[in-house]
């Protein structure tokens, strides 16, 4: 015990065990558990935990609490400021998250630029790259200002009195996993050493108001400490994505405490770095061949701004024993669910068929609105049948086939007809409450089916 307890500790999200594990308990990752020296030996002092909020130490009736007014300034990237809810706010930190490669160096530069362009004080930590190499990259996007200020350091306690000396309005700190402190004996990357430096930024920036944005790396295996270790320090999370190949680059607002989360920002990567795009869905559906079968229009929203997306599938016959089941931003288990359902429900039967799906831009859609969409598109492949022109689908489909309601339906619906999207075939209890012309509702995926003749 004492000092150099060691402890084993998933890499991904950060669980704590006693002995090594195969199997994340927590998480379910597989063969996560490395070997760390516990945080808490007495080598390191903290005093107690990480406390932001201001009370008088008592509790006091609800009614008579005040409404705080958040201080709040724009990005100067417009895209952004709605995402988080009209800009950001003094003492804000956010983790942007996101694989290598993805653009997260680029659009923080890019940030820091018109920060420092509206003169605020803009301290630009990077681990990952010498002063040199952030300058071309900056001239490059034409992104040098006086304002600016740029430090190439991985040392903590270095960055900590950098950042208590210049006291700059925002700081940048890229990335997360390059950085450590020299009071733990954990090298750069593990999870004590990201949860170490994510608090104690956390901590400075509170305390110096400073609004903070903390690069955090992920990778599919989940071998880099995942930033969700992070996500319960920080203010806001930020989801950077993008399909390899693709110029579009989305940026999901996981978590905000200072806004609604589920809201997104689109990018379009150019030579000259990241572009906003107003207005993605008229991107999204852009390059859609509407006369052939396999393709449909989704409404998708986690927040209040929707926005239209190509759902395509693929349908032909296997030359394997095992069909092919691929899909692109969608999850491949929710895709087996959905075949299952096709084939007890509407006898659909795709056992010998290879199934391919993909949500055109490199979008990530995990909210259950999806389904009918999947299954239409799906259906549409294998029979070979066009669907209509200006229709758009959505909804949640259950084991038993019925199509149930979904979050923000009227949001939905607006986006789509704002695209000139005549029918909208929704869930049956959206179409009854909202009683609105171009909505039509089903209750069952067969329902669904016959509306669009697919049967
Ligand atoms: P980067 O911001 O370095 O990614 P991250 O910090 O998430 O690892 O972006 C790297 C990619 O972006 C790289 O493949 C080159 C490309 N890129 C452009 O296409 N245009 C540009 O102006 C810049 C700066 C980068
Ligand atoms: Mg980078």
Known sequence: MGKNKVVYVCQNCGYTTGRWLGKCP??????????????????????????????SGKPI?????KEIEYIRFSSGIKVLDNALGG??????????????????STLLLQLAYKLSHQGKKVLYVSGE????????????????????LVYSETVLEKIEETVEDISPDVLILDSVQTVFSTELESSAG?????????????????????????????????????????????????????????????????????????EMAVFKMTTFGLEEVPEPSAFFISERNADRAGTVIFPHTEGNKPVLLEVQALVLPSVYTNPQRRSEGFD???LAILLAILEKEAGIFLRDKDVFVNIVGGI?????????????????????????????????????GEIRNVYFAEARIKEAKR?????????????????????EGYRHITELLEALDLT
């Open 332 to 334: 491949p288990n929710r």
């Open 419 to 439: 695209f000139g999207f005549k029918r909208i075939l929704a869930p049956k209890s959206v179409a009854l409450e909202l009683r609105e012309p171009g909505v």
């Open 364 to 400: 990530e859609v995990d909210e259950p609105g999806i389904d009918a969409a999947v299954a239409v598109a799906i259906v549409s492949s294998f029979k070979d049948i066009p669907l209509p022109p200006n229709v758009a689908v959505f909804g949640e489909m259950g084991l038993t």
């Open 61 to 65: 009736p609800i009614s008579q609490a």
């Open 190 to 262: 593990s999870v004590s050493q990201v949860r170490e430096v994510s608090y104690r930024l956390t901590e400075l920036s509170k305390r110096k108001e400073i609004t903070t944005f903390i690069v955090g790396h992920v990778t599919k295996e989940g071998q880099i400490a995942g930033p969700k270790v992070l996500e319960h320090i920080v203010d806001t999370v930020l989801q950077f994505e993008g399909e390899r190949g693709s110029f579009y680059r989305i940026l999901k607002v996981l978590k905000n405490r200072f806004g609604p989360s589920g």
């Open 129 to 148: 790259e010498s002063v040199d190499q952030i300058y071309l990259r900056a001239k490059r996007l034409g992104a040098l200002n006086d304002n600016l």
């Open 87 to 104: 800009g950001l706010v003094k003492g804000q930190v956010a983790l942007i998250a996101g694989q290598p490669g993805i653009g997260k």
């Open 26 to 55: 927590e998480c379910g990752g597989w063969n996560t558990f490395t070997e760390e020296v516990d945080i808490y030996t007495p080598t390191v002092k903290r005093k107690g935990a990480l406390n932001f909020l201001t009370s």
